[in-house]
């Protein structure tokens, strides 16, 4: 093979290379930009009268509550503090015309309180289910977690989002239509040292969150695993919000905005632009990627505790 056929053929490869990436920044542009222009959010209160969400007296799920209390849906807090539901459920009472109930269970023994759940939501109209309960402790090594640790976090990441939608789907099924809104984590998409039981539960539930939205794509119903990064709450002990670290109430704000358009989507601009980035920077200097990963957790651990 002559010198010239061996330069036309890296240059076709080479072309081949750069297309593949521009293709994969005109998609970002699309899903980011294009699609929303066509295709409108849900309205969440055309789904049914109540939302249920879990996790909800802090954080994330506390924002989620108010934000569906605007819109005029009613709502089932489900959460272990009774004291901190008490005032939640006074809360939005008093500021918004809905009505609100209350379930106290500890999500580290969900299936005790299994049957609890399911009678608590009994005969009610729901439309919504946001799995928002979570547990991380910390930023440890994996070694430094006790099992007790360990196993509550399986019980609270993952078995409380599956039993909660196996109690609610069956009624959205029915009905042909509704929401289930999975909280999941930034930390199913990247490799996250010192977060590891916490990625692996997290990225379950997006591998069940997709495969539940295929199972049941011919009933109606909506199903999208939300994946953000780091956001200023108790749950991350990070208390300085920035342009990459949103509030509760700006993240909730723009994932709201996203259901029914996206599938698996960060819920915020720059957390989908950092996933982006990093996806690109893996396949084509992994090394950096690794290193970058690594240094923001390690940052994040030095400064907010282990």
Not at 112 to 135: A, F, K, P, R
């Amino acid at each position: 093979m002559s010198g010239s056929n061996i330069y036309c053929i890296l240059e076709v490869l080479l072309g081949l290379y750069l297309l593949y990436y521009v293709f994969r920044i005109l998609k970002f542009i699309y899903v980011m930009w294009i699609m929303p222009i066509w295709k409108n959010p849900i309205d969440l209160k055309s789904t049914g009268e109540w939302a249920v969400i879990t996790g909800c007296t802090d954080g994330i799920g506390r924002e989620f509550a108010f934000q569906l209390a605007q819109k005029g849906m009613n709502l089932v807090l489900v959460s272990r503090s009774e004291i901190k539901l008490e005032e939640l459920q006074s809360c939005l009472c008093n500021k918004y015309d809905i009505r609100v109930r209350t379930i106290a269970i500890d999500f580290t023994n969900i299936s005790n309180s299994y049957q609890t759940v399911g009678e608590h939501l009994e005969g009610l109209d729901i439309g919504v289910l946001i799995n928002n309960v979570g547990m991380l402790n910390g930023y440890k090594l994996f070694l430094q977690d006790d099992y007790k640790v360990m196993n509550d976090m399986v019980e609270v990441n993952v078995k409380g989002t599956v039993l909660m939608t196996s109690i609610i789907l069956p009624q959205l099924v029915q009905k042909k239509k509704g929401v289930i809104i999975n909280i999941g984590s930034y930390s199913s998409l990247v490799h996250t040292p010192h977060m590891v039981c916490y990625g692996a539960t997290k990225t379950f539930i997006l591998k069940f969150s997709e495969d539940l939205r295929r199972e049941y794509a011919n009933c109606g119903i909506t199903i999208q695993c939300q994946t953000p990064s780091f956001i200023a709450t108790k749950l991350s002990r990070i208390d300085r919000p920035s342009i990459f670290v949103p509030t509760s109430e700006k993240y909730v704000a723009s994932a709201m905005n996203t259901i029914g358009i996206h599938d698996v989507t960060c819920g915020y601009f720059t957390h989908d632009l950092l996933i982006a980035l990093h996806t690109i920077g893996s396949e084509t200097l992994p090394f950096v990627s690794k290193y970058l990963t690594a240094k923001t957790i390690s940052t994040v651990r030095e400064k907010y505790g282990h």
